[in-house]
């Protein structure tokens, strides 16, 4: 079965304080992987899409890279500004545009 | 990018009724799709619209609930029928463009069902 699982559920760093998102996938052929940014409120805003293996995407402070089995979202040195719900999914070749989706990161950075 | 509008952004409804969700694109889509988000839940796709065809239902979604209308390539209704409590969610809206496979959302419309 198709899944996406992302951790940790919630992050809670110091602003400057570097780390890394993760998202796990198991896909009977992967498409493409997505990254999107969901701010409370708001409808999800498209950050990356990661093709294949070895992939790498960066962002102002975001770096997303993409294995076969996972994806990472890198933050550097994060601002308050940062703090969002980071939102993965994945697309299989065989799907007709549907995109499965993670649980999401709520990254929190505090001043 | 498509920029994307939806209308209401809110409402709150009584049990029973029917609220119609309108999504308006900027430009002409290939695809058009609805999910819904419960309250600190991911999001679940309800249905894919596409222009000129009926609409594609996901498992656990009807056709008679969650009717969808798709008139042009710039704009799309969803309308949630005989409301409950239980539909009480946000309900967003999300195109494709033809060559790319990533979507791009509407602000989302906060459904509240007393």
């Known amino acids: 079965e198709d899944q996406v699982t992302q951790s940790p559920e919630a992050l809670r760093l110091q602003e400057g304080e570097s780390s890394s998102l993760n998202c796990s996938y198991t896909?009977?052929?992967?498409?493409?992987l997505f990254w999107y940014r969901q701010d409370p409120g708001k409808g999800p805003e498209f950050l990356f899409t990661?093709?294949?293996?070895?992939e790498e995407k960066e962002k102002e402070r975001l770096k997303a890279t993409l294995t076969k089995k996972e994806s990472f979202l890198h933050i550097t040195a994060p601002k308050p500004e940062d703090s969002a719900t980071y939102l993965c999914a994945v697309q299989a070749e065989d799907s007709n545009y549907q995109l499965i989706w993670g649980a999401g990161t709520k990254l929190i950075i505090k001043p | 990018s498509a920029v994307i509008s939806q209308k209401p952004s809110r409402d709150i409804c009584q049990r029973g009724t029917s609220l119609t969700i309108q999504c308006q694109v900027d430009s002409q889509v290939t695809m058009m799709f609805w999910y819904r988000q419960q309250p600190g839940q991911s999001l679940t796709l309800i249905a894919t619209a596409n222009q000129g065809s009926e609409a594609t239902y996901e498992s656990g979604f009807v056709i008679d609930k969650f009717p969808i209308s798709r008139p042009n390539l710039t704009f799309s209704t969803l309308t949630v029928s005989n409301m409950s409590p239980e539909d009480s969610s946000i309900y967003l809206c999300s195109v494709s463009t033809s060559g790319s496979y990533e979507q791009y959302f509407g602000p989302g419309t906060r459904l509240t069902v007393t």
């Open positions: 990661l093709y294949s293996a070895g």
């Open positions: 896909v009977s052929g992967l498409r493409g």
